[in-house]
């Protein structure tokens, strides 16, 4: 290592940078929040087309983390499920495994997981107490009020 000296010192340095892009490119960090590992970066609402309405940053935010309280029970295993007009969809930055949280009372968090060749759906348990929370009745109410200003 005596004989070249920078040389090193410059092998080094390139490499730490390296390992920092990997690590940055590669860590979802806190995006938007996560729920059971998944980061959520995108919260929108279904439409009767298919297209979907994204909510803003302060909405998605809140409804995770009111989520969060309640995504605490297991899962029980759905045949399948299909998506509903007025449905949230919760997607993270890859659009993987993502959540649906139903329109309909009481409130349903259904877990979707793709691997690219199926998808399983699970069904939280905890549905009505969510629907119950006075939080969770604000965040309805502003979700209208930015649905229809």
């Known amino acids: ?6 040389f090193f010192v410059a092998l080094l340095s390139l ?10 490119h590669f860590s979802p ?21 298919g297209g ?7 909405l998605s935010r809140r409804l ?9 029970l297991s899962y029980s295993a759905l045949p ?3 998506p509903q007009t007025g449905d ?11 959540f649906y949280l139903t329109a309909d009372a009481p409130p349903t968090l259904v877990r979707v997981n793709h691997d690219g060749y199926s998808a399983v759906a699970k069904r ?8 119950e929370d006075p939080a969770y009745a604000q965040w309805r109410q502003d979700l209208a009020a930015y649905l229809n200003p």
């Open 1 to 6: 290592m005596t004989k070249h000296p920078l």
């Open 15 to 24: 490499l730490s940078v390296v390992a920092a892009l990997i690590i940055l």
């Open 124 to 131: 939280s348990a905890d549905g009505a107490s969510l629907g």
């Open 88 to 98: 949230l969809l919760l997607t993270g930055p890859n659009h993987g495994t993502c």
């Open 64 to 72: 995770v983390t009111l989520l969060r309280q309640y995504d605490r």
């Open 52 to 58: 979907e309405i994204p909510l803003s940053d302060g």
């Open 29 to 49: 960090g806190e995006q938007g929040g996560q729920l059971e590992g998944v980061a959520i970066t995108q919260v929108s609402v279904l439409e009767e087309d």
């Open 80 to 82: 399948s499920y299909t």
